[in-house]
């Protein structure tokens, strides 16, 4: 599959965010769950700034894409929650720009979903379910997807993959960015929330 991207612009409001109309898919995940690992994974190219820290995302960043027989889209890599390098005034920002963002999306002709990113490793953390039930109060089309699955053994995989979709009472997608493992199946997800009628 071809992918054509490019970043856009990195945006701390909405008065930065794009106006233009496209659909968006946004991530959201704790830090250094591998959002930005993930979204170069899928890009094919070395799109978003990664690193090792975690922390370092502290804007809404727009990536604009365009993939084979789908509409271009942007994926919004928003900032990690559960830690802050600047203590709790930079966690309480991460947490206004989130809530702006999605205020500002939500139930308007531009906003289609979320993915949600749990690290595989560890399942069911409370700051990863607090997300996820509060993008159901949102009333966010959201889908699950579980990443780093590459760290896990064979018998770990299995027995994890199922508690997640016991937690989330539903489908997780099980990914990894270091071998493009479930790229396809997630490709597919994407298309269904940025086709959603």
Same mark, same amino acid.
Request: charged share 25%; aromatic share 8%.
């Given at each position: 599959?071809?992918?054509?991207?490019?970043?856009?612009?990195?945006?701390?409001?909405? +008065?930065?965010?794009?106006?233009?109309?496209?659909?968006?898919?946004?991530?959201?995940?704790?830090?250094?769950?591998? =959002?930005?690992?993930?979204?170069?994974?899928?890009? /094919? #190219?070395?799109?978003? @700034?990664?690193? +090792?820290?975690?922390? =370092?995302?502290?804007?809404?960043?727009?990536?604009?894409?365009?993939?084979?027989?789908?509409?271009?889209?942007?994926?919004?890599?928003?900032?990690?929650?559960?830690?802050? @390098?600047?203590? !709790?005034?930079?966690?309480?920002?991460?947490?206004?720009?989130?809530?702006?963002?999605?205020?500002?999306?939500?139930? &308007?002709?531009?906003?289609?979903?979320?993915?949600? *990113?749990? %690290? $595989? /490793?560890?399942?069911?953390?409370?700051?990863? *379910?607090?997300?996820?039930?509060?993008?159901?109060?949102?009333?966010? !089309?959201?889908?699950?997807?579980?990443? =780093?699955?590459?760290?896990?053994?064979?018998?770990?995989? #299995?027995?994890?993959?199922?508690?997640?979709? @016991?937690?989330? $009472?539903?489908?997780?997608?099980?990914?990894?960015?270091?071998? &493009?493992?479930? *790229? %396809?199946?997630?490709? =597919?997800?994407?298309? @269904? *929330?940025?086709?959603?009628?």
């Amino acid at each position: 599959m071809r992918v054509i991207s490019e970043f856009v612009t990195s945006a701390a409001g909405a +008065a930065g965010f794009p106006t233009d109309g496209l659909p968006e898919l946004a991530f959201v995940g704790r830090s250094n769950v591998g =959002k930005s690992t993930l979204i170069n994974a899928l890009v /094919r #190219q070395n799109l978003a @700034r990664t690193s +090792a820290a975690p922390g =370092k995302t502290r804007l809404a960043n727009f990536y604009r894409v365009a993939a084979e027989h789908r509409p271009v889209f942007y994926l919004v890599d928003l900032p990690g929650y559960g830690y802050a @390098r600047g203590g !709790e005034k930079s966690r309480d920002e991460f947490d206004a720009l989130a809530a702006e963002y999605f205020g500002s999306r939500h139930g &308007g002709d531009v906003f289609c979903g979320v993915l949600a *990113l749990v %690290d $595989s /490793r560890h399942p069911g953390l409370d700051a990863d *379910l607090r997300a996820w039930r509060w993008l159901e109060r949102l009333g966010a !089309e959201r889908h699950v997807v579980a990443t =780093k699955m590459d760290k896990l053994t064979q018998a770990d995989r #299995q027995r994890h993959l199922r508690e997640l979709e @016991r937690i989330y $009472s539903g489908p997780v997608t099980p990914v990894s960015a270091e071998t &493009g493992e479930g *790229l %396809d199946e997630l490709w =597919k997800t994407i298309t @269904r *929330l940025i086709t959603r009628p």
